[in-house]
């Protein structure tokens, strides 16, 4: 984790946003793996802050799904299971043929222009991590239009849970170029206003980023199983 600069921040509650933001970072960049124990007193040192805001912003984690406190325990970052994996998967595919139709009576030559763009960027990137953040991206752009803010959020708080085990185990959840086609045939739907074939592409590209990470975490089994 980066030490915070907040001596511009006006408020503890800003403050609190401030931590959150940078805790958050970093268990989903692997940073922080599962099960690492969060220190207040640690914490509050090493952003310079009281232990309130640090408190306040672990509430909000929790709250997230990102962190669990048991009483009279500290706190530790919260593991996914396998199946809660596959599960979250499965609902963001749900959400985002929900947002795909909202979106494509809105979408404009400019946001497909842009869309096409960030297809064009992810074909040129080698680095897994820095392909993972084009693509959520992409993925804010497509739905930008629908107006469904709340549910935006979810699905990108959704998508940030299950990242961090793509991030730390992308050497066999890396389809950069088959979803960069995916990306294209979706955007193509779109653009013809075909409402019905852009749903399906949603849900097919998001189930076959399931299949490969539900073969990863075989793999895994299996392979600890053995050792």
Not at 136 to 145: G, K, P, S, T
Not at 166 to 180: N, S, W
Request: charged letters at 30%.
């Amino acid at each position: 984790m980066h030490k915070l600069s907040l001596g511009g921040l006006k408020d503890r509650r800003t403050a609190s946003e401030a931590v959150a933001e940078s805790l958050r970072s970093a268990i989903r960049s692997g940073s922080l793996a599962d099960g690492s124990e969060l220190n207040q007193v640690a914490l509050a040192e090493h952003f310079g802050v009281s232990r309130v805001p640090v408190r306040e912003a672990m509430r909000q984690l929790q709250a997230e799904g990102w962190i669990t406190a048991r009483p009279h325990h500290r706190a530790v970052v919260q593991a996914l299971s396998p199946e809660r994996i596959l599960e979250i998967l499965e609902l963001r595919a749900l959400l985002e043929a929900h947002l795909i139709v909202k979106s494509i009576p809105k979408i404009g030559d400019q946001r497909l222009a842009r869309l096409e763009r960030l297809c064009e960027q992810m074909d040129r990137l080698t680095d897994h991590q820095r392909w993972l953040e084009a693509n959520r991206a992409f993925h804010r752009e497509l739905y930008e239009d629908s107006g469904a803010e709340t549910t935006i959020e979810l699905v990108e708080q959704l998508n940030a849970q299950v990242e961090r085990y793509v991030r730390t185990r992308g050497d066999g959840i890396d389809r950069g170029g088959e979803a960069g086609a995916e990306h294209r045939a979706i955007i193509a739907a779109v653009r013809e206003r075909d409402a019905h074939a852009a749903k399906h592409l949603i849900e097919a590209h998001i189930e076959r980023t399931r299949q490969l990470v539900a073969l990863r975490i075989e793999e895994k089994t299996r392979h600890a199983a053995t050792v």
